[in-house]
């Protein structure tokens, strides 16, 4: 395997586990705003403000490990 499969391989799990934790990241902190605003409903307001902010962050994580992967794709492979 040449080095340049090599990293293609290696941009794509960067990829490909960012995303993966975003995805977790942000299911379980809607699982958690779910159980906060069934707890305490006159905080529905508060409680989805953070999590819109708190979910912004997560997906901002996925981004970055997208834009490394690709950085590695092309700076990388000739």
């Known amino acids: 395997m040449s080095m340049s499969m090599a990293l293609i391989a290696i941009g794509a799990a960067i990829a490909a586990l960012t995303g993966i934790g975003a995805g977790i990241g942000t299911g379980i902190a809607t699982g958690k705003a779910v159980e906060a605003v069934s707890r305490q409903p006159e905080a ?20 970055y490990g997208l834009l490394v992967a690709i950085i590695l794709l092309f700076v990388f492979v000739k």
Not at 44 to 63: H, P, R
């Open 44 to 63: 529905k307001n508060d409680i989805i403000s953070t999590l819109i902010i708190g979910c912004a962050f997560s997906e901002a994580t996925a981004i």
